[in-house]
């Protein structure tokens, strides 16, 4: 791959920002890569594993002189941040961001965006549950995808550049609108999320209980609600806060479906059980033969499930 911008600037050094650098050196997409954290311990965690050519101490140095800037902070700080640093934002550059949750982003970036500077949301579909600067890693988007949400008015050649970026980082991207990506989140992450804490939450009332069984003999359905679990609360919250009403829908029609099958296993109507569960089933077929998943034991996920 060429080198795609001449400085990009990332605002937020966790997993996605430090996978981002990563995934940016290994292909020579970039001149040079800023950095900026709210934390000096953050800072200093970057400095130490050379993770970005150049940390900065304010969000103003990062992103000055930077072609692209991309918000790597949780979803609920980012309009702080855009009017943080929309003063010092080159003419003609690009913001973009990672959040999970579109519709919320826009409304609160957009005000803080110059007229010469170009807006282009994304998010790639690609995380663990570890956070922090030293959790990124460069394949992290390998042959996932990464949505772009252009906003009205949104410039070609910029949605191009970022399209560009994208695939050079190996993720396979896509366009959607706003509004149907939130809902299509709330289906495949959000609500997941929400009924994998509820379900550790509820196992961890039963543990006071049961001492330490809950624990000791977790089987693989449970080990795999607490790996989504363990994701990082405060992303999380403002999901879920600024994705309410997709996320309140879906959990809507969760709580019919569940009390449907609450029903055939009260009545014993196993044909109604045996039907849903085959149905199912052929959506984690059609998830592993789209090579967004495996069929292995661990779901490929030694590398990142330690």
């Known amino acids: 791959m060429s080198q795609i911008y001449d400085r990009v600037a990332l605002i937020g050094l966790g997993l996605i920002a430090s996978s981002m650098f990563w995934a940016i050196k290994r292909a020579g997409l970039a001149g040079e890569v800023t950095g900026y954290a709210r934390s000096a311990a953050t800072r200093d965690t970057a400095r130490r594993i050379g993770l970005c050519d150049r940390v900065c101490d304010t969000v103003q140095e990062a992103v000055e002189g930077a072609d692209l800037v991309v918000l790597c902070v949780p979803v609920g700080a980012m309009g702080a941040v855009a009017h943080e640093m929309a003063p010092v934002l080159k003419p003609g550059a690009t913001v973009s961001d990672v959040g999970s949750v579109k519709r919320h982003v826009i409304e609160a970036v957009s005000p803080h965006i110059p007229d010469d500077v170009h807006f282009i949301p994304a998010h790639p579909l690609a995380g663990t549950e570890h956070s922090g600067p030293e959790s990124g890693f460069a394949e992290l988007f390998d042959n996932r995808w990464c949505l772009l949400v252009p906003v009205d008015g949104s410039d070609p050649d910029a949605i191009a550049r970022l399209r560009a970026l994208w695939e050079g980082m ?14 299509v989140l709330a289906v495949t992450s959000h609500a997941p999320h929400l009924i994998a804490y509820t379900m550790v939450g509820v196992a961890d009332d039963l543990r006071r209980v049961t ?7 977790s089987a693989a359905g449970f080990r795999d609600f607490t790996r989504i679990a363990a994701s990082d609360p405060t992303m999380w919250r403002d999901v879920f806060l600024t994705n309410k009403d997709a996320t309140l829908e879906i959990l809507g029609r969760f709580t019919e479906e569940l009390f449907a099958l609450q029903r055939a296993i009260r009545t014993g109507d196993g044909e109604q059980l045996f039907d849903y569960f085959t149905r199912t089933r052929a959506i984690r077929r059609g998830i592993i033969d789209a090579g967004q998943d495996t069929d292995a034991p661990d779901f490929g996920r030694g590398k990142t499930s330690t």
């Open 170 to 183: 190996g993720s396979n991207v896509d366009e959607m609108d706003a509004d149907h990506h939130d809902l």
């Open 211 to 217: 001492d330490t069984e809950v624990i000791k003999y």
